[in-house]
């Protein structure tokens, strides 16, 4: 007998399939520095300026004339620099300007001594230590200089990149537009938080995770609700969630059972690209175009839909925003400290908890039960342990792979 698993296509080959047929959008506005955060760049910046945009010193001390220097010479003081007020008078001969940190260069200035190494000697200072040409001296656009690209198009704009455009006086960024994301979830089940739940009913966990996921990758999400497991229900809010969004994205009712229309109205309304995944959880994710959007059919079990969301939603949407700096899953070598229960057949993201070892080496344990509606074990992890399709059980002590949280999963 075959196993259930054949025939279920590979992680890589679906997001191979998938990522090959998006096309980035272009769409593009001037936003203010000030809402750019979490914006994508629509085209590369190049600096207006040199950074810094004048010589400046790097130390607090004092500015001199190598030519001025002689044994025992003692310096007077002719006068003070500091941070936006230069000195611009008369620099007699034999003497030093008092220089504060970041304070214009003097002109005729060829090194700043740190007051460190100087003394203090009747009328004025002397040297304690030998000086070097341009010492302590920070040049005209030795970081960047003007007319340099400092951000390619495709860049997310965050805390390392926003300060930069700062420091150049860019004002106004070209950003993408975000990107329109619909999203329902589906189940006769589905209660909402702050109701009482009635016999058999739970609550929508899973529209709470995809549109907070969402809201953090800077999207703007139209929140269809729940929708009933009814196929005519479920055309109207397909075709609703097209016609408003470039991605929708659905949860539940993607399986095989009774009430599973998922499948079924992504072939009716638009084209399967593929459907089924050697993975786990997150087995029954389907992938295909809409008449005017692509659409993700997550699993409806909470941890399923989550993962989906994390290694196939993620890459997707990064792809459509031409996003440079991708943030693929950082994958590393970790020594699990306990069995690990696996079965031969599926790609498993287990939830583990990260530490060091006495040795000083990174370690993994499991967050306990793992199964597709155990949400628990999310909270308390901070890596997926992924363990290869075909292996089996982990024994104490083995090394295996773990992906840290993204930021879309810690905090
Ligand atoms: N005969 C088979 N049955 C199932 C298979 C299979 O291969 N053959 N696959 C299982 C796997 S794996 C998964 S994952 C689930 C996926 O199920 P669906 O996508 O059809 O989702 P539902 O049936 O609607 O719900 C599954 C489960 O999750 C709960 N759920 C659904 N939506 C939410 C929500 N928004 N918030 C919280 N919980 C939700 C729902 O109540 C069910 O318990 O199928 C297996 N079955
Ligand atoms: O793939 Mo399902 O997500 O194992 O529970
Ligand atoms: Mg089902």
């Not at 656009?141 to 990149?161: C, H, N, Y």
């Not at 949407?317 to 229960?341: D, E, V, Y």
Request: proline fraction near 6%.
């Amino acid at each position: 007998m075959e196993p259930f698993t054949a025939g279920l296509i590979s992680l890589e080959d679906a997001q191979q399939k998938m990522l090959q047929q998006l096309t980035p959008i272009s769409d593009s506005l001037s936003v203010s520095l000030f809402e750019a955060a979490g914006r994508i760049t629509a085209k590369p910046v190049t600096s207006p300026l040199d950074v810094p945009p004048f010589d400046n010193s790097a130390m607090d001390g004092y500015a001199l004339r190598l030519s001025d220097i002689s044994p025992e010479h003692v310096f007077p003081v002719a006068g003070k620099a500091f941070a936006g007020a230069p000195f611009n008078g008369e620099w007699p001969a034999g003497s030093v300007i008092r220089i504060m940190t970041g304070a214009p260069i003097p002109a005729g200035c060829d090194a700043v001594v740190m007051q460190e190494q100087t003394e203090q000697r009747a009328g004025g200072i002397a040297l304690t230590a030998a000086v070097t040409p341009g010492q302590n001296i920070r040049r005209i656009g030795e970081d960047i200089q003007a007319g340099k690209q400092v951000l390619e198009a495709g860049v997310r704009l965050g805390a390392a990149e926003l300060p930069l455009l700062a420091s150049l006086g860019i004002a106004e960024v070209s950003v993408l537009r975000k990107l329109r994301v619909a999203i329902f979830s589906t189940g006769d089940e589905l209660q909402a938080v702050g109701q009482p739940l009635a016999d058999g009913q739970i609550y929508d966990t899973n529209r709470f995770t995809v549109s907070l996921m969402l809201n953090k990758l800077g999207c703007e999400v139209i929140d269809l609700g729940v929708i009933a497991d009814d196929p005519e229900a479920l055309r109207q809010a397909f075709s609703e969630a097209d016609r408003q969004a470039d991605v929708v994205i659905s949860t539940g009712g993607v399986s095989v059972g009774e009430a599973d229309f998922t499948k079924a109205m992504l072939e009716e309304l638009g084209v399967i690209t593929f459907w089924k995944l050697a993975m786990k959880p997150g087995k029954p994710f389907a992938f295909g175009r809409l008449a005017n959007s692509w659409f993700c059919g997550l699993p409806g079990n909470p941890v399923s839909a989550t993962v989906t969301f994390y290694q196939l939603v993620q890459p997707l949407l990064a792809t459509l925003t031409g996003q440079t700096t991708r943030i693929m899953p950082l994958r590393q070598r970790a020594r699990a400290i306990q069995r690990l229960k696996k079965s031969p057949g599926r790609l498993d993201f287990q939830r583990g908890i990260l530490s060091r070892g006495e040795d000083g080496v990174l370690e993994v344990r499991s967050t306990g039960a793992q199964g597709s509606h155990v949400f628990s074990s999310f909270a308390l992890a901070d890596c997926f342990i992924v363990l290869d399709r075909d292996r089996a059980d982990v024994e104490p002590g083995e090394w295996v792979e773990v992906e840290v949280f993204n930021s879309l999963l810690e905090g």
